[in-house]
Nanobody, 119 residues
Framework: QVQLVESGGGLVQAGGSLRLSCAASRSIDGFITMAWYRQAPGKQRDLVALATSNPNTRYAQSVKGRFTISRDNAKNTVYLQMNSLKPEDTAVYYC?????????????WGQGTQVTVAS
């Protein structure tokens, strides 16, 4: 088991920046991927950015060049730096951790943090 706690959300003007943090209750070394998802009202939860244990990164097309994901294994924390924010980035942002073994796979979620971008 692991608890994920997101922080750093809030209200920001369009063009502004925020940095989200996701603190894990134990080492994140073993997680194959750490990721950020977001869910806007009435929409499905979509992948925003993902960092593997290699580490490689992957981004949704809509955030490429504006968002950066990073994982600090020493602090058991994953970050999402969000720059040049747009109103369409408004959503609840969720942290996700995924681990897999020969016999099982598990996905963990945080409680989410609200990001609101005003035009």
């Amino acid at each position: 088991q692991v608890q994920l706690v997101e922080s750093g959300g809030g209200l920001v003007q369009a063009g502004g920046s925020l940095r989200l943090s996701c603190a894990a209750s134990r080492s994140i070394d073993g997680f194959i991927t750490m990721a950020w998802y977001r869910q806007a009202p009435g929409k499905q939860r979509d992948l925003v950015a993902l960092a593997t244990s290699n580490p490689n990164t992957r981004y949704a097309q809509s955030v490429k060049g504006r968002f950066t994901i990073s994982r600090d294994n020493a602090k058991n924390t994953v970050y999402l730096q969000m720059n040049s924010l747009k109103p369409e980035d408004t959503a609840v942002y969720y942290c996700n951790a995924f681990e897999s073994s020969a016999t099982s796979a598990r996905s963990y979620w945080g409680q989410g943090t609200q990001v609101t971008v005003a035009s």
